[in-house]
């Protein structure tokens, strides 16, 4: 499973990666600063996934592709991947964005509000209780973020999410109950946007 999920992701990165070189003639005129409909970016980042179901922060990867449907609103898939030992969380969620352009940056800053809703699997073996499962749940992802152009192609981010979920269960373990559900975990990414 947990190779599966790895797989996944990966083939998204490479695809979010490659979507804007499909075309030599658009890859040369694209413009990250380009908000207009009918364009295509995707991005990347990499962060903390925090409140898991074993109340570990965890290492996070995120990968993202929006196509602009009208002038500053994009549609897209988001994936989430957090792993660590024995552990995994990998959600997938169609994201909804709108940009706003900062005042006074000339266009190159923007604020983006985005929310969206998908499904997460999660992979737990808790040390404290010695219990292991997996779990599966909604995920609605909501957040705010800062996308800066650096250049004409690339955009640094910073992203912060909360990803509410009812991902986990209660469980008994040594005549002792244990709490490995949990209901909202935020996440920070940074990462860059082409």
């Known amino acids: 499973m947990r190779c599966a999920v790895i797989v996944l992701f990966s083939t998204l990165a490479i695809g ?9 003639t658009a890859h040369a005129e694209s413009d990250v600063r380009d908000l207009s409909s009918g364009h295509w970016s995707g991005g990347a980042g990499m962060g ?7 109340g570990v922060l965890e290492f996070a990867f995120n ?5 602009f449907v009208a002038e500053r609103f994009s549609v897209g898939p988001l994936a989430q991947y957090a792993g660590a030992g024995n552990d995994f969380i990998a959600g997938l969620s169609a994201q909804a964005r709108y940009w706003w352009d900062v005042p ?11 929310g969206g809703l998908g499904f997460v699997r999660a992979g737990i073996k808790d040390t404290d209780s010695g219990v292991g499962d997996s779990y599966g749940s909604f995920l609605i992802p ?3 973020g800062i996308d800066h152009a650096v250049n ?3 955009a640094v981010t910073a992203d912060f999410l909360l990803n509410f979920t009812s991902l986990g269960d209660r469980v008994q ?4 109950e244990f709490d490995l559900h949990t209901n909202i975990m935020p996440a920070f990414y940074l990462g860059i946007r082409f």
């Not at 903390?48 to 074993?54: E, H, I």
């Not at 990968?63 to 196509?67: K, R, S």
């Not at 006074?104 to 985005?114: D, F, I, S």
């Open 48 to 54: 903390f996934l925090g409140q898991t179901p074993d």
């Open 104 to 114: 006074g940056t000339g266009g190159a800053t923007k604020l983006v509000l985005q």
């Open 142 to 144: 909501i957040g705010i």
């Open 63 to 67: 990968g993202h592709v929006d196509y």
């Open 16 to 24: 979010a990666w490659s979507i804007p070189s499909l075309s030599r």
């Open 173 to 176: 373990a040594r005549g002792r």
């Open 152 to 154: 004409q192609r690339l």
